[in-house]
C-alpha cells in the first residue's frame, strides 16, 4: 500500500493534466505506470483513490480458517511435505505454498546433523569452555592447536533427492544408470587435521580401512603435530584433542608431555 504523500502527488499530477505513462516515468520506481493508471481510474470515478481494501476478487480459499488450520497442522507435526499437507486439505500446491511463505513465514530447513552428546558429555563442553575462560587469557586461546580424525566412504556421495533417471519405466531407467550398487561394508580411510586461528595444518591420510592406534598415533600423528604446531604458531602453542582411547593411552600421553611446551590434559578433553 503506497503511503498518503505519493497519493497525493499522483492526484496533483492528474489535476495538472499528466497522463499516467508521465506519472509513471516521473515518478519510476515509487510508483507504476499500472498503478497509477488504476489510480487515475478510481479518482475520475469516485473522486478519492480508496486503498482501504485490497484489489481485486475476495479471497475464497486462502481465508483465515485455512491459514489458521495449516498452521496448527505445522505445530503438531512439523516434518511434513508441502504437496502431502495440499493433498490432505483438498488446495493446490500453490495455495499452499503461498500460505507456508506469505502468510506464515515459514521456510524449509534441512536437518542439521550433529554429534549424539547425552547429558555428561553437554556438561563436560559447558565445563571445558568455562575453564578455557577463566584459566586461559585471550593471547592464549589463539595458540590453541584443536586437532581431530574423521573416516570418510570410498564411495561417491550420492543424493536421492538430486539424483534422477527420466524413462518412460522403471526398467528402462534401470538400464540407463538407474541403479546405484553399493557395498555392505564400504571401505573407509581416516583423515587427520589440525586448525589453528592462523591456517589449516596439512592432513595425515590413513590407508583404507586403516585405524587409528596407539601405535601409530605416537608414531605418525604425534610428531607430524608438533612439527605443525611450530610451523602454524611459532612452537609456542596448546595441543588440544579430544578423548578417543588410543589418544588417552599412557604412553601417548607420556609422549606429549615430553615433547608439547603445553597440552589440555585428559581431565579437561571434551566429547568430539
Known sequence: MKSKDIRKVVLRMTDDGM??????????????????????????????????????????????????????????????????????????????????????????????????????????????????????????REKILFTDEKYFELDNIFNRQNERVYAPCRQDADEHKGTRPTAKFPKRIMVWLAASKNDLSLPIIFEPSETLTQENYIEIVLPH????????????????????????????????KKNFPRFIDEKKMTPQ
Do not use: M
Request: aromatic letters at 8%; one cysteine or more.
Open 225 to 256: 603435530a608438533q612439527a605443525e604446531g611450530q610451523r602454524l604458531l611459532c612452537g609456542d602453542f596448546i595441543y588440544q584433542q579430544d578423548n578417543a582411547t588410543p589418544l588417552k593411552h599412557k604412553d601417548s600421553i607420556a609422549w606429549i
Open 19 to 140: 497522463s499516467s505513462l508521465q506519472i509513471g516515468k516521473q515518478l519510476r520506481k515509487v510508483v507504476s505506470e499500472r498503478t497509477a493508471r488504476r489510480w487515475q481510474h478510481s479518482y475520475r470515478s469516485t473522486s478519492t483513490i480508496d486503498l482501504e481494501t485490497p484489489a481485486g476478487r475476495p479471497r475464497i480459499i486462502r481465508t483465515k480458517n485455512l491459514i489458521r488450520k495449516v498452521k496448527n497442522r505445522f505445530i503438531y507435526k512439523s516434518q511434513q511435505s508441502g504437496r502431502k499437507l495440499a493433498n490432505s486439505l483438498g488446495i493446490s500446491k500453490g495455495t499452499i505454498s503461498h500460505i507456508i511463505h506469505d502468510d506464515l513465514h515459514l521456510h524449509a530447513y534441512h536437518v542439521t546433523i550433529e554429534p549424539n552428546l547425552n547429558y555428561e558429555h553437554e556438561q563436560r563442553r559447558v565445563s571445558f569452555a568455562y575453564w578455557v575462560r577463566k584459566s586461559l587469557r585471550k593471547k592464549d
